[in-house]
């Protein structure tokens, strides 16, 4: 078999799904190498199926190269990565109101440079990530302890904010993810998350060549009504949804957003 764009993966690490609110298989628009982009035919949501399955998603994730290249290596990059922080918690903070520091826990939390800068402003935080590697790296850097494993299996809890930038177009099944989520935080409490936008203009123009299309890691394509759907399947409000690039939160995303939300209570 010839190389793939986003790599070639052995057949045993791939599975077939279905559209994760109607539960449909998808009918196919594009071919993507072992992978395929498929639309619902019920509620249109966009994803990848066949995708990579449970064992092919270790694989991929369990290693540390996947963290040290792209956007998490250069200086520049970082720099940007801090503008994204400062940015989201600007907008979290006017969201959850008054001087009192809050808690904030973030899903997917990599190398933990988000929740440095939550703490920096005095935010309690703690975290939870899908690689030990970088669970590793970011528990050191924060000095305080950050859980290997994924959202589904946490306790409930009553933090005021629960983050997960660039991860819930990467989990399985993302209602049972926004549930999970949600119940992390008390009622008022604040979801803040950031996505790519299928229905961005360098998504609609580029289509199969879009940069961020990546179907070995991107299960789900939400455009804005994707992801109002989403918010008001799992009984969240929309506070605000940022997709504009120059806003320091979304900052040179030409195809991305970020969206805050709030339980109701
Ligand atoms: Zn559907």
Known sequence: MRPGRWGTYPPEHFEDAVCFLCHLPGKKRWQLDQFALVDCP??????????????????????????????????????????????RLDLIDAAVGNGRRHSLYEVGCAYGMFLEAAKARGYAVAGLEFSPVAAGVASERLGTTVHVGEVMDLPPADHDVVAFWDTIEHVPDPHAFMVAA??????????????PQ????????????????????????????????????VGLEE??????????GNRWRLDSLVLLARKPG
């Open 182 to 195: 949600a119940a992390l935080i008390r009622p008022g409490g604040i979801v803040a998350l950031s996505c």
């Open 198 to 233: 299928f229905d961005s203009l360098p998504a609609r123009l580029l289509r199969t060549r879009w940069w961020t299309l990546k179907p070995h890691k991107h299960i789900w394509h939400f455009t804005r009504k994707d992801l109002r759907r989403l918010l008001a399947d």
């Open 42 to 87: 019920q509620c249109g949501q966009a994803f990848m199926s066949p995708r990579l399955n449970h064992e092919g998603r270790l694989n991929l994730y369990g290693a540390r190269a996947y963290f040290d290249s792209g956007v998490y290596k250069t200086a520049g990059a970082k720099g940007l990565q801090r503008t994204w922080a400062e940015g």
């Open 239 to 248: 506070v605000r949804m940022v997709s504009n690039p120059l806003r320091a």
